[in-house]
């Protein structure tokens, strides 16, 4: 009866590491190569209705626009961050098509978030924040509210469409570490998103490794946060997120080289490690026929300070996350599955005798 046992539970690692194997075997392209030494470092993305998708620059302050048929154009300037700010970082769309950007200078004139009209011709501060937090990752409430993680602030503002602005959570569990971190501040809250009824408002929090979700109540204002889910291997330095066609939550991890996601129970699944990957800040699906598609900002900040080993090679990533079809029945490997299956059920609906009779057979000649 060991036999059995083992011989299951070699069929049970066979038949997870050809499921981690199909999960992680997806390839990611490059979309767009960047040049760092000019400051083109994206960190924000954002895809219109059409499919268009934005990124920031973010050192440079400039939002390029890359078509659905791939080709890749300046669509605004926004000032250029002094030395040392963040400068350009989320973007989002409201529902009239218009662009906003979080932008981090430690200038009270410019320290905020800009508005870009539809066609990209006229930019404007929308609501000054004060200049010693980091306005980050945005997303629009449905009542025209705006959402912004402040990073170093542990806080979230909400901005109401008039442009005033107050701060809607500075729960415990949205701090940063103090002391920071290698960067030097501390990095709280960053991706911020709404799930799809609103009923909750989820956060990444870089430092800490978790994405907290925030109840709002029925007057709008922030219940209790809670952990929906944390863990330093898998979802290691947190960032922009997004939800999938499949219902999870996709991550990227800043802190990691990775993309991570995390379905409705919390549950984190890895998706890809390593190499394309640089410090991926932010994750878009694209739309349409485009809906499985997710484009990553490839920031690669890390490198860029020196606080991790490697040249850095920003860019505008892709990964088609569709699901693979199911394979042929005719499928070598779903053929010899099935006849192990078939072995192991006849061998536990006779109590194990066959297998142990062949098995003692075999070493009695």
């Known amino acids: 009866m060991k036999r059995i046992f083992v011989f299951l539970s070699v069929l049970a690692a066979l038949v997870a590491s050809l499921g981690v194997m199909t999960a992680l075997a997806q390839d990611i392209v490059e979309e767009v190569a960047f040049d760092p030494s000019i400051g083109e470092m994206p960190e924000g993305l954002a895809v219109d209705a059409d499919g268009n998708v934005y990124f920031g620059l973010a050192p440079i302050g400039e939002i390029r626009m890359m078509s659905s048929a791939g080709d890749v154009t300046s669509f605004a300037k926004l ?12 973007l989002e769309f409201n529902d009239a098509g218009e662009l906003f950007v979080g932008m981090h200078s430690g200038d009270s004139e410019t320290n905020g978030i800009w508005k870009i009209t539809a066609d990209g011709s006229q930019t404007e ?3 000054s924040l004060d200049a010693t937090g980091v306005p980050n990752v945005l ?4 009542d025209g509210s705006l959402f912004v993680s402040n990073t170093t602030g542990g806080s979230i503002w909400k901005i109401a469409t008039d442009g005033t602005a107050e701060v809607w959570s500075s729960d415990p569990l949205l701090a940063g570490l103090d002391p920071p971190g290698p960067v030097g501040i501390p990095i709280g809250p960053n991706g911020v998103l709404f799930d799809a009824d609103e009923s909750n408002l989820y956060v990444a929090v870089t430092d800490m490794n978790r994405v907290v979700k925030i109840p709002v109540t029925a007057d709008g204002s922030a219940g209790a946060a809670e952990v929906f889910a944390e863990d330093a291997a898998t979802l290691g330095g947190p960032d922009g997120m997004d939800w999938g066609p499949d219902g999870d939550l996709y991550v990227a991890l800043v802190g990691t080289d990775t993309l991570s996601k995390v379905a409705p129970d919390g549950t984190i699944t890895l998706i890809h490690s390593g190499a394309p990957l640089m410090n991926p800040s932010d994750v878009e699906f694209g739309t349409g026929a485009d809906a499985n598609k997710l484009y990553i900002a490839n920031f690669a900040i890390f490198r860029a300070l020196g606080l991790a080993p490697g040249d850095p090679t920003p860019g505008i990533l892709s990964l088609d996350t569709t699901p693979p079809a199911p394979p042929a029945t005719g499928d070598p490997i779903v053929s010899m599955l099935g006849g192990i299956g078939l072995v192991v059920g006849f061998t536990l609906l006779t ?7 062949v098995t003692r057979r075999k070493n009695t000649g």
């Open 79 to 90: 000032p250029t961050p002094p030395a040392g700010a963040f400068g350009a970082l989320g």
């Open 351 to 357: 109590g194990g005798g066959a297998l142990v009779y």
């Open 139 to 142: 997303d629009f409430h449905s």
């Open 125 to 127: 501060l929308f609501a």
